[in-house]
């Protein structure tokens, strides 16, 4: 992933942003030491950015799509309530065995769920409401995770996606490849969609920050 930012002014950014819980730190660094593609954890900046989200909107029920080694999903749990639920789809055993060793030693680990399959098979079989849904899954399938979303985000909630300007390749026309391809068809869809309002953030690779509409706003 490229980075977008210069490198002193993303490490400013984290250094005044909500800090990394030691646990979340250590899990970072056991995933950049043994896993190949260690850059998918949404890492420091990005997850304090999910943590405050989370707060926000005062959740308790998030859903996420893409768990790997299980970062992001304890950026959740450690913002919701001891009532509140994490529930984060997957299909790889191996990151998400590291995930359930960290999730095992926090006192938050308690609150997320992992759901083993295809997310599409998950997201079929859940039922609503969530206060936040945060997609970093498969790019191919990205659409589909969003209009699945539509149905399940509470009218208050937030939908994130991560990586929607996929290190700057979205800027070309034609598409360098289908992951690219796919995620221009969906900003293109979110920009389209009239039942929410939204702001593609350059945080990091790009978030895209969705609000349900409730009025005309
Ligand atoms: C970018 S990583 C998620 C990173 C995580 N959110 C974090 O920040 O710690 C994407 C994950 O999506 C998973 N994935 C890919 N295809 C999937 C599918 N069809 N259903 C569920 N998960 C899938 C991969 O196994 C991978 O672990």
Redesign the pocket.
Known sequence: MKSMVLPEVEAYAEAHSHSESEICRRLREETYRTMELPQ???GPLEGSFLKVMAMTVGAKRVL?????????ALCFAESLPESGEVIT????PE?TTLAKKYWAESPHGSKIQLRLA??LETLAELKGQFDLIFI???KA?YVQYFQRALDLIAPTGVILIDNVLWSGEVLKSPAPDSQTEAIQELNRLVHAEPRVSAVLLTIRDGVFLIKPRISNA
């Open positions: 998918m954890v949404v996420e799509i893409g768990t790997f080694t299980g970062y992001s789809c997957d299909i790889d990151s295809p997310a970093d899954a498969d399938n």
